[in-house]
């Protein structure tokens, strides 16, 4: 099955400043990677997500890369603010036929 | 609704006794799942229902879980004997159909709480 790593599993920066989480794969048959944001006491919620046709999706502040032949791919927040703090869980799953596989998640603090 | 429903938002239990969480998944999503969050953690897989398919069972944990999926709509798990590790937030998900994959909508959790 499929096992995906997540590091690193807490991150703080300044409020300005750029955060990236780095996640990996094992199975090369996975073409979808989704990445979640968890406030406390609620569920995971979808930010960006990227398929395995493209290597890098930007919206606004927030950017994900792809390397099919490293199995690895990457979260970028830049000007970073106190309301992107939480956890972060990056995700991967194939043609819709498995369950996502999850990472084991990044909590984000933002100090102002 | 507008979003997946799960209840109760809290449950606690005494130890041995056996429980039902419910999900109702969002109208018209054909893909539901089931994830276990302990404190602090990651989300483990549990079971995962896609259309009229077999459902993928391979992440329950032991024989005390089982889920349902009635009339391709609400879902219930049930873990039977309950023990103090099944403490956790239990979330469920579902999934519009659509033939690649999709963005999996959360619910809010249930926290169950095993004394």
């Known amino acids: 099955g499929e096992n995906v790593e997540q590091h690193p599993s807490t991150l703080s920066v300044q409020e300005g400043d750029s955060a990236v989480i780095k996640c990996t794969y094992s199975?090369?048959?996975?073409?979808?990677f989704p990445w979640y944001k968890q406030e406390l006491g609620k569920g995971p919620q979808l930010i960006i997500d990227?398929?395995?046709?493209?290597g890098e999706k930007k919206d606004q502040r927030i950017a994900v890369t792809l390397n099919k032949t490293a199995k690895h791919f990457s979260l970028h927040i830049t000007e970073t603010q106190p309301e992107d703090s939480a956890v972060y869980f990056c995700?991967?799953?194939?043609?819709?036929?498995?369950?996502?596989?999850f990472g084991s998640g990044t909590r984000l603090q933002v100090q102002p | 609704g507008a979003g997946v429903s799960q209840s109760p938002s809290n449950k606690v239990t005494e130890k041995g006794k056996d429980v039902e969480l419910r999900c109702d998944p969002i109208?018209?999503?054909?893909?539901l799942y089931w994830y276990r969050q302990s404190l602090g953690q990651g989300l483990e897989f549990l079971i995962y229902f896609q259309g009229n398919s077999a459902p993928d069972k391979s992440g329950l944990p032991s024989d005390r879980f089982s889920a349902e999926r009635t009339g391709g709509s609400v879902s219930t798990l049930t873990i039977q004997r309950t023990q103090q590790e099944d403490s956790a937030v239990y979330l469920c998900?579902?999934?519009?159909?659509?033939?690649?994959?999709?963005?999996?909508?959360f619910g809010q959790g249930t926290r169950l709480t095993v004394v």
């Open positions: 995700a991967a799953t194939d043609t819709g036929r498995r369950a996502l596989t």
């Open positions: 199975d090369s048959a996975s073409n979808y």
């Open positions: 990227i398929r395995s046709n493209v």
């Open positions: 998900a579902s999934s519009p159909p659509g033939g690649g994959n999709t963005e999996a909508f």
């Open positions: 109208s018209g999503h054909t893909a």
